[in-house]
């Protein structure tokens, strides 16, 4: 009992440790969030309770107004506080929580997907579509999805412990997965020939690039290995940049959460060594270009694409259907 007491209270002294150290960061980063002094000379409000009103409104998707009761701040001024904070969140720390996977990250998520039954695995795929509340008129058309209303597309890729390593928000609604895939940035490094080593074998078949996990509507890339479908979710304000910045700090704050839950002592979250990437430029951009060419068919090859979903299932099936 009294174990388990001092766990809870190191976690909740943790907790407390980090939000301290969010809101040091933001306050240093956006003079907003430090605390002044107005005309004459009464303090204003703190930055406890900015960050704290930003955070309810994110946590709980409250209205801005109903942040008056608890934080003693008016509607327009938490609006703000949100705004500002998200914004601050985006630019201090985007390059670390919503990185692409390094090498040594690729390795640990191939011995994850290894050990879990799918070598090669990067993580699961998908879209989801966000009701926007407050979209122009002039808009709606274009924004309007599947369901009558207007709505923001969110392309995620999640891994095995809900760590989002890649988000690309801001489509309209009337688009579908295919339509959002072409333009988002998922693929780009794989295609640019920068992306981490990837070398796994199946059924005795060696190959170099990883895939993910995705529903029906996905092509039959072999990068892509269908199996999963969406949720929903709302958002509300005017401005897509707003959005995309609101969007942009959950999934970071998302991953804060991840990294803090982790339990990194779990034998199977062990990170495995990669070499470093190594890639030679060709100095003829002809050749880069037909270069580029090559590994953007090689990652939409549909023969590739059924040989490995092929080959999954008889390893599966090799490996797990004797105790199904």
């Known amino acids: ?54 955070i309810r409104i994110l946590a709980y998707g409250m209205h801005a107004d109903a942040t008056d009761e608890y934080i003693k701040i008016g509607e327009s001024t938490a609006i703000e506080c949100m705004k500002r904070f998200c914004r601050a969140i985006v630019e201090i720390i985007l390059e670390w929580y919503l990185r692409s996977p390094t090498a040594e990250d690729v390795a640990r998520l191939l011995h994850i997907g290894q050990q879990r039954g799918f070598p090669g695995m990067l993580g699961s795929l998908d879209c989801m579509h966000w009701k926007w509340k407050n979209c122009p008129t002039a808009w709606a058309g274009q924004f309007e999805g599947r369901s009558g209303a207007p709505t923001i597309i969110l392309e995620a890729v999640a891994d095995y412990d809900l760590w989002i390593w890649h988000a690309y928000f801001g489509m309209p609604g009337s688009n579908n997965d295919i339509n959002v895939l072409k333009p988002s940035n998922l693929f780009s490094k794989l295609a640019q020939g920068t992306a981490p080593p990837v070398n796994y074998i199946i059924q005795g078949n060696e190959y170099n690039m990883g895939y993910y996990l995705a529903d029906d509507i996905y092509p039959k890339w072999s990068t892509i290995v269908q199996t999963i479908s969406d949720p929903q979710g709302s958002a509300r304000y005017w401005k897509k940049e707003d959005l995309h910045d609101i969007m942009t700090a959950c999934i970071i704050m998302h991953n ?40 953007n068919l090689q990652i939409k090859n549909k023969e590739a694409h059924l040989s490995l979903w092929n080959a999954l299932i008889e390893h599966i099936w090799e490996y797990y259907g004797n105790n199904a």
Do not use: C, W
Not at 4 to 20: A, E, F, R, T
Not at 36 to 45: P, S
């Open 256 to 295: 804060m959460i991840i990294e803090d839950e982790r339990d990194i002592s779990a034998p199977i979250k062990d990170a495995r060594s990669a070499p470093e990437v190594t890639v030679e430029i060709a100095v003829n951009e002809h050749i880069r270009f037909q270069q580029f060419l090559a590994r």
């Open 1 to 54: 009992m009294v174990d388990k007491y001092l766990d809870q209270m190191k976690n909740l002294n943790l907790l407390v440790i980090s939000y301290h150290l969010v809101l040091d960061a933001v306050k240093q980063h956006d003079n907003y969030f430090t605390q002044r002094r107005d005309a004459l000379g009464r303090l204003g409000l703190s930055t406890l309770q900015k960050v704290t009103a930003a």
